[in-house]
């Protein structure tokens, strides 16, 4: 079957193998594989390369079961190791714990029942973390996209706030310009408020004091003005002779066609 599990069982002793052959006899989930000696389990190992566990004697010849299972874990660290040994006490065993080289010592001779269940408790832990693995690398994957996106994100606002300070750069001059002119200069949006003006227009409409931004253009002008800028619904450029505080201007009125700048520009210009 191709979804069994592989489990390759290691022992310089054949009998010890048949009755391990003979346990897994009747779990279809299992595929067994044997080896004598721990480098024809290496040898195993290579040629099959998709074996979940490895279950040792711990005394064979020329090579421990710990020091064969050391290997297996430097090659192939996703394996279960379980060694199984008559030598509870064994201090290499113990090391090998504790090093996390194997999972579980099982002492011989085993209860078959317990030896399964912990076959299957082992196998049961190494998806478990194989499922942390894979939802820590998940997250890992997400946390990069997460921080992708800031960085992407830092880089707009970034951008975005340059030119923002670009543009206020701009019209911090763009309003120097326009107070420095020697005319009048008013803008009007299309609810008829007064939203932009020079000095020039706040010397001559100081209206009460606090100017005259964000008053209605019909509070602020005598009637003259406003019925220059009533003509733009007949005309394109109306134009007018006005005189304030006994000072006469020339009063031109003109359409803005801008998208972000619709509304009506206002300009005075003094004569003489």
């Known amino acids: 079957m191709a979804d069994q599990i592989k489990i390759l069982c290691v022992d310089d002793e054949?009998?010890?193998?048949?009755?391990?052959?003979r346990l897994f006899m009747d779990e279809d989930d299992y595929e067994i594989l044997v080896a004598e000696s721990g480098a024809e389990g290496l040898?195993?190992?290579?040629?099959?390369?998709?074996?979940?566990?490895?279950i040792s004697d711990y005394r064979m010849p020329e090579?421990?079961?710990?020091?064969f299972l050391h290997q297996v874990n430097e090659k192939w660290p996703e394996t279960m190791r379980i060694v199984l040994s008559g030598y509870a006490?064994?201090?290499a065993v113990v090391e090998a714990i504790n090093e996390g080289q194997i999972y579980k010592f099982i002492p011989k001779p085993w209860n078959d029942e317990e030896l399964l269940s912990n076959i299957s408790a082992a196998l049961q832990h190494q998806e478990m973390r194989w499922e942390i693995k894979t939802l820590n690398d998940e997250l890992q994957k997400k946390n990069a996209e997460l921080q992708t996106v800031n960085d992407n994100l830092e880089n707009i606002v970034a951008k975005r706030t340059e030119a923002l300070d670009l543009r206020n750069r701009v019209l911090q001059?763009?309003?120097g310009v326009l107070d420095a002119l020697p005319v009048v200069v008013f803008g009007i949006d299309t609810e008829q408020m007064i939203v932009s003006c020079n000095e020039y227009a706040q010397d001559l409409f100081p209206y009460g004091g606090i100017g005259p931004l964000g008053n209605d253009r019909q509070e602020v002008f005598p009637p003259e003005i406003n019925k220059l800028i009533d003509q733009l619904e007949h005309e394109r450029t109306p134009k007018a002779m006005i005189e304030l505080h006994k000072q006469k201007f020339r009063g031109e009125v003109r359409h803005l066609h801008e998208t972000l700048s619709q509304g009506i520009v206002l300009v005075l210009i003094p004569e003489g």
């Not at 054949?14 to 052959?21: A, P």
């Not at 090579?63 to 020091?67: A, N, R, S």
Request: no cysteine; hydrophobic share 40%; aromatic share 0%.
């Open 173 to 175: 001059v763009s309003q």
């Open 89 to 91: 006490d064994t201090a």
């Open 43 to 54: 040898e195993v190992l290579e040629e099959e390369g998709d074996i979940r566990m490895v």
């Open 14 to 21: 054949r009998n010890v193998l048949k009755s391990l052959r």
């Open 63 to 67: 090579m421990t079961g710990v020091e």
